[in-house]
Structure formats: C-alpha cells, structure tokens
C-alpha cells in the first residue's frame, strides 16, 4: 500500500456489502484470554499452559474478564492415528488434553485448541482439511471451548475460502446436536483478505490483516484496515486484529497503551500473547484497565468505535503509517459517547475537534468528559473539545456523557 492513496477497491467493496452474524449462542462480546504463539511460538507444553493461567489468574486477569486460554500451533504430530484421529505430541503434553482442559476449567478458565484448515498445519503438523467432524467432535471430547482455524496449506481446496471455512462450521453445528455443545469458532484467513463479507455468518470471528509484528509500523498497517470495516463487526461475530503485542519487543509504553485501547475499542477480541511472569507492572496496567475493558464488552452496543476525524489526513485516506486518528462509538445507550484519539505523529500535539464532526454527539448538547487512561472527570463541554501535550504515539479515550 502506498502512503495517501485513497480507500483501496476491495474496502470500497466492504463497506457497501452487509452480512448478517451468526448467532451460535457462544460468546456475545469479543473474546478475552491468553494465545501462546506470540511470545512462545513452538516452544509450549502442558507446564506453560498451567503456570500461564495460574499467573493470569494471581494477578487479577481472570477477574478482569480473560478467560480464555488457548493454545496455537505445534500441540501435535505431524501424522494422524490408524483410526484417522489427531495425535498429541506427549513430549509437550504428557498427561494428555482432558487432564489440561479439566486443570483450566478448575481455575475457572475456558480452553482453546488449534488446528488449519488445510492438510498440514502452519508449522507442519497434522491439519484438518477432511477431517472437520472428526476433529470437532475430538475437541469436544477433550473439553476445549474454543477452535481457532488456520490457513496454511489449503491450496487444493477446489471451492472458495468461504466454502473450505463453512466445514468447520458445518462440523460445528453437527457436533452441538450430538453433544449439546458449540465452541468459539475463530478463523484465520489470508491471501484474498475479505473474510469481513463472508466470515460473520459462519463464525465468531475472522483475522482481517497479516500477522502482527510487536512493532509499531505493523500496529498502524493493521488499525488502517480496521478503521474501514468496522460495520461487518457486531455481537457473535468480530474482526479479530490478530493478538496483543503487549509486554512484546520494542513497543513503548505509550505504544502498548495505543495498541491495547485500538483494538479493544475496535471490538477485537483481546487476546494477550507475553510471558505473564516477565509482565512489566506497567504493561499489567495497560491490560487490567477496566474502563478500557467495558467498551470492548458492552453488552449493550455492539458496534465498535469508527472513525469520524481522520485528523492529519482527508477524511477517507487509507495510510498504513497515518491512520486515521479520531474515533467515536456509543458506549451502554446512544447518551453515552466513547471517544478515541491515537497521535501518530513524531512529537508532542494538541487534539482538537467539534462535536458536529462525529455522528455520536449532538452539536447542540453538552457532555460531561471522563479521560479513561487518567481515570477522571474533565467537566462539562459544549459544541467543541480540547485536550494538550499529547505525546508521540500516545492515546487519549473519553467518555462524553451527553447532560439533560
């Protein structure tokens, strides 16, 4: 993508094509909890999943609403059983996958599996392409909540990404009626990246861009994208930003702060991909603020923050460097505004702009402020808002509460 271009045809395509949510009953708001491909890749075992999740839960992640523990790639072998069943590598998961699941569930925690929806894994291992229903039904069995879905290694599929990905949902549905349970269904899809037309009839949620890096410049590439599907994404059903880089690489605090606020105001599930024991208390704090939290699960709007301000850019720009920098969304009823403003710029700014700009707030209305990252109350403002010193990189989100 080139810097300024105007909104590339295929997000033209999007925004005035709809599709309806699937509503399997699983998981209203966006899913919160921990992914271990970030930070470990392959290097995982039945140990890390357990002190993971006792670690989440000592240090109040539990409580704060991420409950779900999930496990990528690397879990398997690289062939399946005489029978056609997926096999556990035993050398990272010697007391097998119900014991694990029973552990998670124990501690109050949900489980999540992964498997590819081609014949191998991304990292080689055994996939799922034909082996949908069997495979559902095994992770059923052993107790998972949660199936995330890969891409790799489908190319001789003879139908439409769509139509490979409705298997597993297909197996889905089949498997409910035998066994009364539906898991999370979270898929991966790349290559054509338009699953935000298709996928949220058939699951709970899609990737809508490449892999995340724990570096800037792939934060902004993929909050660009976002700030121009934001209507495909509802309750049930959610573009999913890909996992969090907080307590990763080079990101600096206000980075992470960005990061974190983007996709939890964006309606991504929140899905952290650290080590928990090597969490700065800073970077805990980023991912425990529970004003933060309670936009991206309200259970009373589902739509997630869109951009009404593009800032530095026109209004419609698509910059992967430069995105666009106000957003608005309702927050629990249409009196109850949540504002965003991300500084990408290399310095220190002032955020500007007038309540007619956004179709969140009423011109001829006054709002009472609350800054959620300072957790306090601003006063009452009317017709137009300011705020200083923001720093290079660094967030601002309010709530405007609209005054009788």
């Not at 309750?235 to 880089?245: K, S």
């Amino acid at each position: 993508m080139m810097k300024n271009t105007k909104l590339p045809a295929l997000l033209m395509l999007a925004i005035t094509l709809g599709t309806s949510a699937w509503d399997n009953g699983v998981q209203k708001t966006p899913a919160m909890g921990f992914n271990t491909w970030n930070r470990f890749a392959c290097q995982i075992s039945e140990t890390l999943i357990r002190q993971t999740a006792t670690q989440m839960k000592e240090l109040g992640f539990l409580a704060a609403g991420y409950n779900y523990v999930n496990i990528d790639d690397c879990w398997n072998t690289g062939s399946r059983d005489a029978s056609g069943q997926l096999v556990v590598d035993s050398t990272k998961f010697p007391s097998g996958m119900k014991n694990l699941t029973n552990f998670l569930h124990g501690l109050g925690f949900k489980a999540g599996i992964y498997e590819d929806q081609g014949t191998k894994t991304c990292a080689g291992f055994a996939g799922s392409l034909n082996h949908e229903l069997t495979d559902a039904r095994t992770f059923v069995d052993w107790g998972f909540d949660y199936a995330k879905i890969d891409n790799c290694n489908g190319d001789g599929f003879p139908g439409s990404n769509a139509e490979r990905f409705k298997r597993w949902t297909d197996a889905l549905i089949q498997v409910k009626k035998e066994t009364g349970k539906m898991l999370f269904y979270s898929l991966v899809e790349w290559q054509s990246f338009d699953a935000w037309t298709w996928a949220p009839a058939i699951a709970n949620s899609w990737r809508m861009y490449d892999d995340i890096g724990a570096n800037w410049r792939s934060i902004t590439n993929i909050l660009n994208t976002a700030s121009f599907i934001g209507q495909y994404s509802n309750f049930y059903a959610h573009n999913d930003l890909d996992m969090l880089e907080i307590g990763n690489g080079a990101l600096t605090l206000a980075e992470q702060r960005s990061h974190f606020t983007a996709w939890a105001l964006a309606k991504s599930p929140l899905l952290i991909g650290t080590d928990f024991s090597k969490l700065s208390q800073d970077s805990i704090k980023i991912l425990l603020n529970p004003e933060i939290i309670a936009i991206n699960q309200d259970t009373t709007i589902g739509e997630p923050l869109k951009p009404f301000f593009w800032g530095k850019n026109p209004d419609g720009t698509s910059d992967p460097n430069f995105p666009a920098q106000y957003w608005s969304g309702y927050w629990k009823d249409v009196k109850h505004t949540a504002i965003m403003y991300i500084n990408f710029n290399e310095r220190t700014v002032d955020l500007n702009f007038t309540f007619a700009r956004s179709p969140h707030l009423k011109a001829d209305k006054e709002y009472a402020v609350r800054d959620l990252w300072k957790h306090e109350d601003k006063g009452v403002y009317g017709n137009y808002f300011f705020d200083g010193s923001i720093p290079s990189h660094d967030v601002r989100a309010y709530i405007f509460t609209e005054q009788d």
